[in-house]
Structure formats: structure tokens, C-alpha cells
């Protein structure tokens, strides 16, 4: 089956610091990335919507400039939160579709980041 | 807008029984796809069972499956023969063809031996 792999796992920045996420599409490519925010014992809440070599498209609420995602390649997108702060702690989930059949009617997740800003 | 509602904040069923986690949804498509996950302590999202909103037949996986009222806008989980490996959060989603997925809140699910 497809995958996706998220890194890092886990990470925790001091206050006022960037963090970058990558995600990464293993074998297939990805022409669509999602990011989702998921606080604890909450659902999964889309950030946005990244097309390859296209800008994002931000759900409402959500400030593009502190949540930078860039997709520059049919396998890679990033997140980078920007100037993050403790309430900006939470588990990020990355999720992919492709073109391909087999790869364009459902989402392949990664595995999540839990950010903790200190 | 589209939304999905999940009424069961928490379920528990015990080994070897048959349960059934409710879903609703609001949509004004008549193409859409409709996804059960499963996130288990590793939070690592597990696909469970897809339903292609045109098609009248519900899907099953296994000891997986579904019940799609369309009319209704309903879409239930029934586990068969649980098991305790199935205890996790079960997240209802929908998602408008080849679009971003809406979840609900999620039911927890609690296996009892």
C-alpha cells in the first residue's frame, strides 16, 4: 500500500523558535498534501490544503504566515511553524493523495508530530 | 457546509460481541466518498472501510461493516466479533471526491475481555 512517512515524530523547541515537519510520500506521488492539528482527545482539523508547486490554501482561522507549508515536489511537503509559542503545542498530521487510481480516492496518512513549545 | 456528527463520545463492547458506532453527515453533493479510521494509542490514522456514495452496496472489510443511508445521511460502523486490539478512537470522515476529509469528534471504544 502506499506510505507516508512524517518526521520528526516528535520535537520540542524553545519558545519563539522555527520548527519544520516534513512529509513524504514513499512511493507514490503526491499531488495533493493535507495538514491536520489534532489537540488532545479532539478530532483531526484541517490546516490546509497544498497542491504541488502551487500555494496552499489555509482553512479559515488558520495564519499562513505562522504555518508556512511549501510543496515543492511530488513527494515532499513541509510545515514550518514560525515564532511558535506553548499554545501551538499539538499533534500535526500530514495525510497525501496521488493521481494514479490507486492513490486518488483515499488519503494516505503519516505517522504524526507532537510539537511541544517549552 | 459539510459537517459530520458522531453522537457516541464512547462505546465499550465486550470480546467476541457485535457493536455499532453511529455517524451522520450534512452534504448538499450527491458524489462524495465516506471513510471510517482508526487511531489507536499510536495516533497513526488506520483506514478501516471506504463507502462510494453511488454505490447502493455496503461496503464490508472483514469483520468491518457498514450501513450507508443515503437518504438519511447515515453511515454506521458494525464491528463483528470484536476484538481487543479494536479498542481505539473511531473517526466518521467524509470527503467530497478527491478533496480534503471532514471528520467528526470520534467515539472511543473500549473492549472489554
Known amino acids: 500500500g502506499a506510505v507516508v512517512s512524517q518526521h520528526p515524530s516528535w520535537v520540542i523547541c524553545k519558545s519563539g523558535t522555527s520548527v519544520k515537519i516534513e512529509c513524504r510520500s514513499l512511493?507514490?506521488?503526491?499531488?495533493?498534501m493535507f495538514w491536520y492539528r489534532q489537540f488532545p482527545k479532539q478530532s483531526l482539523m484541517l490546516m490546509a490544503t497544498?497542491?504541488?508547486?502551487?500555494?496552499?490554501?489555509?482553512e479559515q482561522g488558520v495564519e499562513k504566515d505562522k504555518f508556512l507549508i511549501n510543496h515543492a515536489s511530488l513527494t515532499l511537503s513541509t510545515l514550518t511553524v514560525t515564532s511558535a509559542h506553548p499554545e501551538d503545542s499539538s499533534f500535526y498530521i500530514c495525510?497525501?493523495?496521488?493521481?494514479?487510481?490507486?492513490?486518488?480516492?483515499?488519503?494516505?496518512f503519516g505517522q504524526g508530530t507532537r510539537l511541544t513549545v517549552v | 457546509a459539510q459537517t459530520v456528527t458522531q453522537s457516541q463520545p464512547e462505546m465499550s463492547v465486550q470480546e467476541a460481541e457485535t457493536v455499532t458506532l453511529s455517524c451522520t453527515y450534512d452534504t448538499s453533493e450527491s458524489d462524495y466518498y465516506l471513510f471510517w479510521y482508526k487511531q489507536p494509542p499510536s495516533r497513526q490514522m488506520i483506514l478501516v472501510i471506504r463507502q462510494e456514495a453511488y454505490k447502493q452496496q455496503n461496503a464490508t472489510e472483514n469483520r468491518f461493516s457498514v450501513n450507508f443511508q443515503k437518504a438519511a445521511k447515515s453511515f454506521s460502523l458494525k464491528i463483528s466479533d470484536s476484538q481487543l486490539g479494536d479498542a481505539a478512537m473511531y473517526f466518521c470522515?467524509?470527503?467530497?471526491?478527491?478533496?480534503?476529509?471532514?471528520f467528526g469528534t470520534g467515539t472511543r471504544l473500549q473492549v472489554f475481555p
Open positions: 470522515a467524509y470527503s467530497p471526491n478527491t478533496d480534503k476529509l471532514i
Open positions: 497544498s497542491n504541488e508547486g502551487s500555494k496552499a490554501t489555509y
Open positions: 512511493d507514490f506521488q503526491a499531488t495533493t
Open positions: 495525510s497525501a493523495r496521488g493521481q494514479a487510481a490507486v492513490t486518488n480516492t483515499e488519503a494516505f
